[in-house]
């Protein structure tokens, strides 16, 4: 298995083909940017020279997705990333770029849990029973089936009583979803 807490190596050959270091395959800047979508950290170097070459790979797969209009980067922060290129400001600029980037994430991390957190099913009355049922209906279900990844079948003869309490608090549950909903 891949270490992922180490940089993905991607080594750039002298025909500008790019080759993945853990697969032994070639990729293109699409697989590079989906290695990056999926949470790996990469590193791009010339194979000849042994230049890092990420920074200009990134910058590359950021212009490919702008120029085919899925615009990210607003024109006024790409002009103040310009201007900041022939000011004093560049000491700056990168800290605070990563800074907010890094409050963009955490923010989006939060936001994620608490979605989590806050599902508005789980207010709803007879939510857990419902949830319940519909847990003892899968294992019913499956249980019969070879190579079902859910538990074993009961072969007691209790199995089918089982399945007749299902229904009743099955039936029950919708009487009581039709009452809420009438």
Do not use: C
Not at 98 to 116: A, I, W
Not at 155 to 162: A, F, I, L, R, T
């Amino acid at each position: 298995m891949a270490d992922t807490e180490k940089p993905l190596l991607i080594k750039r050959y002298a025909s500008r083909r790019l080759y993945n270091t853990e697969t032994s395959d070639y990729v293109t800047l699409e697989d590079i940017a989906g290695f990056i979508r999926d949470g790996r950290e990469v590193q791009i170097m010339d194979l000849k020279s042994g230049d890092d070459l990420t920074r200009q790979y990134l910058l590359q797969i950021i212009a490919e997705h702008e120029s085919r209009g899925e615009n990210v980067l607003p024109v006024g922060v790409l002009n103040d990333l310009v201007r900041s290129y022939t000011t004093q400001a560049t000491s700056v600029v990168p800290q605070f770029l990563q800074m907010s980037f890094e409050m963009l994430r955490n923010g989006q991390s939060k936001m994620m849990e608490n979605m989590g957190a806050m599902n508005p099913m789980g207010s709803m009355p007879g939510y857990e029973a419902m949830k319940a049922q519909q847990e003892a209906f899968m294992k019913a279900m499956t249980g019969g089936w070879s190579g079902a990844s859910g538990p074993a079948p009961d072969d007691s003869p209790k199995g089918g009583e089982d399945l007749d309490e299902i229904k009743k608090q099955l039936a029950d549950l919708q009487a009581k979803l039709n009452k809420l909903s009438g």
